[in-house]
């Protein structure tokens, strides 16, 4: 059986192109242009995966409750918004309201698609246990390569998507430094720089809320940030 | 820690700037921006308190007036007692003519008119009286003594007959009453002790000290005397001997017959009308004055309160725009309902403007690039479905093309929000101590890595540059201020990257060779979309915000942002200052 993907948009050329390429892959997709109608459809058959616009129409903050709703109906549907606005706040509120991915509408299709197999990925194999050849182990971080998951000294780091395509690009080769271009590129992203500043501070947010003595994270001024291994 | 000591020279031009000049605005306190010197407090040479006193001066006339008016008081009084003398000579002739006794008695005269008038006793009066042989006479001639003149009598040989009266005449003080209240005795007080005087300068006053001697001859041999002699009716005006007083006669002949056989002479002291005179005066000064003083007070006060209005709005406007230019906050316009109220409204109007004006041009950047990257969406959604699909390799290129041409657009659309997230970052960004020169030295060698072509200059203080900051906000900032450098640097020419220090601030200043910036556009160079210089070709999209973004990181470090033309015209210099003071905190 296909995955069944919702697409939440009141563009509708954009609506379409998403569509379409999103079948072309082989998944099945139903499109919404207005929240009531998303939500009714939701709570009839819950969808395998949504993406959401934040302003819907004259609905400015839709998406917001939308994904509110969404998650108050299942708490493991991977959720992505895909907005115009770029804000600080707006990736915050999002990501806060439970979206597993917040990305600008600048993103490319390939990117999208293989954000979309990714936490496909990740949800699927949850249930899983994990092979040990698909772990990649720093010190106290552990990352699994398979569910997209992190854990630091054993508990789990909560991190959306593309801040474990972080994560995971300076880990891999602790000591060397990762420009915000390398960064950019690994997470499947294009972002301007401070976006990428305030990814990593959120990133060191996520690690200092179980240890506060977290600092393997290191800016190198005017070049990027490296993976320094405690001790 | 200097890598090129050579690149000193190069860096002296640029030292001139006001960081190290004696007059640079010091920063001071820890919130915004180092405010401006309030070099002219005071820009008005005549202010309105002084213009409105000066205009009062027009009213110094009206004591003037007042002085010409009691002057032709005077002149009338002084008639009125010329009429009245000559009146009583004439009455007393009147009853004397023809009254042959009179004249017949005079075996024993008084003496000389002359020398009788030098002797002025008042006991004496009507001493010859008595001699008299007729009581009627002597009965007229004691009526005499009731006058306040002095009324002589004399014969053909000016022998006195009979007098009577007294020039002097004891003036009554006038006291000022003086009830309780205080505010009516220090009104006496000042009247007594200060208006008296100055009066007494400016006035002749009365006097009953007085000495006329006989010896002076002529003056007191009478020349009304002689012309009622001669039988007209004469008015004389003489001063006693010493000055001090001025003496008005009227002598009139008493005729027996057709022959004029003795005069009546009347005479008085000009004291009576002079005091007068003076009294008129006192009162007529003591209103002008009191009303000058009232109406000046009140004017001054009234001057006072508009003028403080004024300044005040002058004030608040002052402080309303910074030197940049750049509203700081709203005008609170006034609630008066008058001219100034007005003007207070217009120029709140005005600001209010001005404010929507600049938040227009500040916010433009990030709402154009959000109501770009919806169609821009569309586009390259289409285009990647389309480059999704089986195409001949001659029509992938053009994919391709639209591909760059979209990826391109993208990094434009970024770097225009890249400010206004740069606004939400810095409300929330947080500080922490760091060493600011290292941070310099690790973006320098960033920088040179990422512009292959290109020489950096390095040129920092040795040792620790403690600083309190935020980070990779100043990061972003050196790599604004490098990004505008290498962009306008002539190729081949060194970029020099400096920190400087003093006791209160440090100053990070970017030196790139090229064209000089237009003097007029340098204040306005770090306003969001401003471009200055034609970018010396290719390279990323110039929007204007580079600068912009330098300025927003400085001010949220309380510092400023300069760009200043090298002294040689050479090339220019971008440098931000950031007070210290924070960091000692």
């Not at chain 1, 993907?5 to 999103?22: C, S, T």
């Not at chain 2, 007191?220 to 012309?227: R, V």
């Not at chain 2, 004291?271 to 005179?277: C, D, F, G, I, K």
């Not at chain 2, 206004?420 to 941070?439: G, N, P, S, W």
């Amino acid at each position: 059986m296909s995955r069944r993907i919702a697409i939440v948009e009141d563009e509708p050329a954009i609506r379409e192109n998403y569509a379409d390429v999103l079948r072309r892959h082989g998944y099945e997709v139903a499109a919404y242009t207005r929240r009531t109608d998303a939500l009714a459809a939701f709570r009839t058959r819950l969808p395998d995966l949504a993406i959401v616009d934040i302003g819907l129409g004259d609905d400015i903050d839709g998406g917001f409750a939308l994904c509110r709703d969404l998650r108050a109906l299942s708490a493991s549907v991977p959720i992505i918004f895909l907005s115009a606005r770029d804000s600080d706040f707006d990736i915050v509120a999002g990501l806060r309201l439970g979206a597993d991915d917040y990305l600008t509408k600048d993103v490319s299709l390939p990117q999208l698609l293989a954000r979309i197999a990714a936490l496909f990925r990740r949800s699927e194999l949850s249930a899983s246990p994990p092979a040990a050849e698909e772990i990649l182990e720093r010190g106290r971080l552990a990352l699994d390569l398979k569910r997209l998951t992190a854990h630091w000294a054993g508990m789990r780091v909560d991190l959306t998507l593309t801040e474990f395509w972080m994560v995971h690009a300076l880990a891999r080769f602790p000591g060397h430094v990762k420009d915000r271009d390398a960064l950019m590129r690994e997470a499947e992203i294009v972002v301007d720089d401070s976006t990428i500043t305030s990814h990593v501070k959120r990133i060191r947010k996520k690690f200092l809320a179980l240890d506060t003595g977290f600092d393997c994270i290191e800016t190198v001024y005017g070049m990027g940030y490296r993976w320094n291994l405690a001790g | 820690m200097s890598s090129h000591p050579e690149a000193l020279p190069a860096l002296e031009p640029v030292r001139k700037t006001p960081f190290n000049s004696a007059d640079a605005p010091k920063p001071s306190g820890l919130d915004g921006p180092a405010p401006e010197p309030r070099k002219r407090r005071l820009r008005v040479a005549l202010g309105i308190r002084a213009q409105l006193l000066l205009v009062l001066t027009v009213f110094l006339a009206v004591p003037w007036l007042g002085f010409e008016y009691v002057k032709e008081l005077e002149r009338f009084l002084r008639d009125a007692q010329e009429r009245t003398l000559a009146g009583t000579a004439q009455a007393v002739a009147t009853a004397l003519h023809d009254r042959v006794p009179l004249f017949e008695a005079g075996a024993a005269p008084m003496g000389t008119l002359t020398a009788e008038r030098g002797t002025d006793d008042a006991a004496r009066a009507d001493a010859n009286v008595d001699a008299i042989d007729s009581p009627e006479i002597a009965q007229i001639l004691r009526g005499l003594s009731r006058t306040t003149a002095r009324i002589w009598v004399v014969d053909r040989e000016r022998h006195v007959l009979a007098r009577a009266g007294s020039l002097k005449h004891p003036w009554a003080v006038r006291e000022p009453a003086a009830d309780g209240s205080y505010l009516s005795r220090l009104g006496a007080w000042v009247e007594r002790d200060v208006l008296q005087p100055l009066y007494a300068r400016i006035l002749q006053q009365p006097t009953e000290d007085f000495k006329d001697e006989p010896a002076s001859g002529a003056v007191a041999s009478g020349k009304d005397i002689e012309g009622a002699l001669a039988g007209i009716l004469t008015i004389d005006r003489r001063p006693t001997t010493d000055g001090k007083a001025v003496i008005v006669s009227a002598a009139h002949p008493i005729w027996v017959g057709d022959e004029v056989k003795g005069a009546v002479i009347v005479e008085e002291t000009t004291n009576a009308v002079l005091a007068e005179r003076n009294r008129a005066f006192a009162r007529l000064f003591n209103i002008v004055l009191a009303a000058l003083l009232i109406g000046s007070v009140a004017l001054t006060l009234y001057a006072s309160w508009l003028s403080t209005r004024i300044r005040r709005l002058r004030d608040v406007a002052e402080a309303a725009i910074d030197a940049r230019g750049r509203v700081r906050g709203k005008l609170p316009g006034s609630t008066a309902r008058d001219e100034i109220g007005d003007l207070s409204r217009s120029f709140g109007a005005a600001l209010s403007r001005l404010t929507q004006y600049a938040s227009y041009q500040e916010t433009m950047a990030g709402r154009l690039s959000h109501e770009l990257r919806t169609p821009l969406a569309v586009v390259r959604s289409s285009v990647d479905n389309l480059a999704l699909h089986p195409l001949p390799a001659e029509l992938r290129v053009y994919i391709a093309r639209a591909q760059d041409g979209l990826a391109r657009l993208a990094n434009i659309i970024t770097r225009m929000t890249e400010a206004t997230r740069l606004e939400e970052t810095l409300a929330e960004a947080e500080r922490e101590r760091f060493d600011i020169a290292k941070v310099v030295v690790g973006c320098v060698d960033g920088y040179r890595a990422a512009y292959p072509g290109r020489v950096f200059e390095l040129r920092v203080p040795s040792g620790e540059a403690p600083f309190f900051g935020a980070p990779e906000l100043i990061a972003q900032m050196l790599d604004k201020l490098c990004e505008n450098a290498v962009e306008f640097a002539i190729e081949g020419t060194p970029i020099v990257v400096a920190l400087q220090q003093d006791e209160t601030r440090y100053r990070i200043a970017v030196t790139n060779r090229g064209r000089a910036l237009p003097e007029t556009m340098q204040g306005r160079l770090f306003d969001s979309m401003v471009s200055v210089r034609e970018p010396r070709g290719g390279g990323g999209p110039h929007l204007g915000l580079g600068l912009y973004i330098v300025r927003l990181i400085a001010e949220f470090h309380g510092g400023r942002a300069v760009a200043a033309n090298r002294d040689d015209g050479e090339g220019v210099t971008v440098s931000a200052t950031l007070p210290r003071v924070r960091a000692l905190r």
